[in-house]
Nanobody
Framework: QVQLVESGGGLVQSGGSLRLSCAAS????????MGWYRQAPGNRRELVAS???????NYADFVKGRFTISRDNAKNTIYLQMNSLKPEDTAVYYC???????????????WGQGTQVTVSS
C-alpha cells in the first residue's frame, strides 16, 4: 500500500515561514511529477507548485518568489518552503502524485491527507 504523508503545517504570523514535507511510503519504483495543492474554506482546490521527476518546477503566480518546491527522489519526498507568508495563504495543503509506479502496478491520482497552514495577521 502506498501512502502520501504530509507534515510541517502549523500556525505562523504574517511574514513568517514554514516548510512542508510529503513522503511517499510503500514499495515504490518511481514517481513522475509531484505537486502541492491548497484549499481554503469555501474555495476550490488550487495548484500551488509542481515539480517533475527531472526537477523542472512550476508555480502559481500567487506564490512566485515566496515559495520553493523541491524533491529528493531517493527519499520519495517533496518539500515546500514557504516564505513571506500572508493570511491569504491560510488553507489545507495537499500533496499530489498523479502517477506512482509500484510493485502493485501503476497507481493514479494519489493524494495525501492534507496539513493545515494558518497565517495570522
Amino acid at each position: 500500500q502506498v501512502q502520501l504523508v504530509e507534515s510541517g503545517g502549523g500556525l505562523v504570523q504574517s511574514g513568517g515561514s514554514l516548510r512542508l514535507s510529503c513522503a511517499a511510503s510503500g514499495i515504490i519504483y518511481s514517481i513522475d511529477a509531484m505537486g502541492w495543492y491548497r484549499q481554503a474554506p469555501g474555495n476550490r482546490r488550487e495548484l500551488v507548485a509542481s515539480i517533475s521527476e527531472t526537477y523542472r518546477t512550476n508555480y502559481a503566480d500567487f506564490v512566485k518568489g515566496r515559495f520553493t518546491i523541491s524533491r529528493d527522489n531517493a527519499k520519495n519526498t517533496i518539500y515546500l518552503q514557504m516564505n513571506s507568508l500572508k493570511p491569504e495563504d491560510t488553507a489545507v495543503y495537499y500533496c499530489n502524485a498523479p502517477y506512482i509506479r509500484t510493485n502493485m502496478g501503476l497507481l493514479k491520482d494519489n493524494w495525501g491527507q492534507g496539513t493545515q497552514v494558518t497565517v495570522s495577521s
